[in-house]
């Protein structure tokens, strides 16, 4: 079975400065990886996802994540946050068994403040 | 553009009564997952139907279940609420693992 951790629970940031967000999976598999960012009182909606192919992927709102598959690591990176960029990130991970029958394994999530 | 329909938004139960949460989604999807999230736990799955006609158990099923009534619609039911239910439901929807998961707006419910 597969696992996320998210290493760190809050992230308080400088509007303008760079953020990391830290994600590690466990699988013995392949794998596919998301981020998800829920803003407050709202659902989840996706911001990237790796399948194969390039290690570096751009998604939505100007965050970009790297796949490092010998450190187990997906880690979300944008390089000047912004106010409306406070909100919780999920790190998630899929299998696919090729029995038809899958889930997304999520992380606990990391809550990011952006302070003016 | 609905995508994935959660009703109600926000309830209320006393120890004791039931309810169903009902999800309704219009992608096509032939996945379909019920997630609860509580603080500091992230989204944890509660049962998902990987087709119409089927459903599995998840990491958290004691307390639920669930109903496939069709391609479109998958209701999550506690049949008598207690207080460790108070939490966020999210019902989503997917076609491959690769796809990911389109997710509802969510149910906040609370049970005194």
């Known amino acids: 079975a597969q696992s996320v951790t998210q290493l760190d629970s809050q992230v308080p940031v400088f509007e303008e400065a760079p953020v990391e967000l830290r994600c590690n999976y466990s699988s013995s598999v392949s794998v596919y990886l998301f981020w998800y960012v829920q803003y407050p009182n709202q659902g989840l909606q996706l911001l990237l996802k790796?399948?194969?192919?390039?290690?570096l992927v751009k998604g939505i709102n100007g965050f970009e994540a790297e796949f490092n598959k010998s450190q187990t690591s997906f880690h979300l990176r944008k390089p000047s946050v912004h106010i409306s960029d406070t909100a919780e990130y999920f790190c998630a991970v899929s299998v696919d068994s090729g029995a038809g029958s899958y889930q997304l394994t999520f992380g606990k999530g990391t809550k990011l403040s952006v302070i003016p | 553009n609905a995508g994935v329909t959660q009703t109600p938004k926000f309830q209320v139960l006393k120890t004791g009564q039931s309810m169903t949460l009902q999800c309704a989604q219009d992608m096509n999807h032939n996945s379909m997952y019920w997630y609860r999230q509580d603080p500091g736990m992230g989204l944890r799955l509660i049962y998902y139907?990987?087709?119409?006609?089927?459903?599995d158990k998840g990491e958290v099923p004691n307390g639920y279940n669930v109903s496939r009534l069709n391609k479109r619609e998958f209701s999550l039911r506690l049949e008598s609420a207690a207080p460790s239910q108070t939490s966020v439901y999210f019902c989503?929807?997917?076609?491959?693992?690769?796809?990911?998961?389109?997710f509802g707006s969510g149910t906040r419910l609370t049970v005194v």
């Open positions: 989503a929807g997917s076609d491959r693992p690769s796809y990911g998961y389109t």
């Open positions: 790796y399948l194969s192919g390039s290690t």
């Open positions: 139907s990987a087709s119409e006609g089927t459903t």
